[in-house]
């Protein structure tokens, strides 16, 4: 518990070297490619934080009546998911549902891949009623990102 004054000014320093990682980018002086390679640091040590049992079983020892804690000036808040296993029950309807899910999510899919192969309007001769329809080629969207492995 002594560590923790030198903890806090640890924190803040390295605050204070994202602004100057920040500053450094945006005047072009730092490579803009150490933001991915930091991100995927701290993404490595926040899943082992949280994915360690012990550290974990640590926190949730603070917490033995209390739901919320502040702590630092962040509110920590211990809470539960609940997960249903609804194989075990063997209800038939279920059952008969999730196949169903299952076929029309194929199909969905079967009809999805078709009209993303359409390069531009084209007629189209419904099979089920006979009727001429117009289908347009879907719009596609994309979004930039970054993926880093390590």
Known sequence: MNNLPALHKRLAEFLGVLKQLENGIL???????YLPFILANFDKWIK???ENKNLQDCVKKKFEDEK??????????QTE????DYSVCEDERLNALNEQ???LTEQK????????????INDFVN?????IVEIVKP????????TVKM
């Not at 099979?127 to 009727?131: A, D, K």
Request: aromatic share 14%.
């Open 27 to 33: 005047e072009e002086k730092i490579n803009p490619l």
């Open 81 to 84: 998911r609940a997960t249903w």
């Open 101 to 103: 899910i299952k076929y």
């Open 127 to 131: 099979p089920i009623t006979g009727e």
């Open 139 to 146: 719009i596609k969207t994309t979004k930039s990102f970054f």
């Open 68 to 77: 919320t804690i502040d702590f630092n000036g962040v509110k920590i808040t």
């Open 48 to 50: 082992y934080a949280k």
């Open 109 to 120: 899919k079967a009809v999805e891949e078709e009209l993303q192969a359409r390069y531009r």
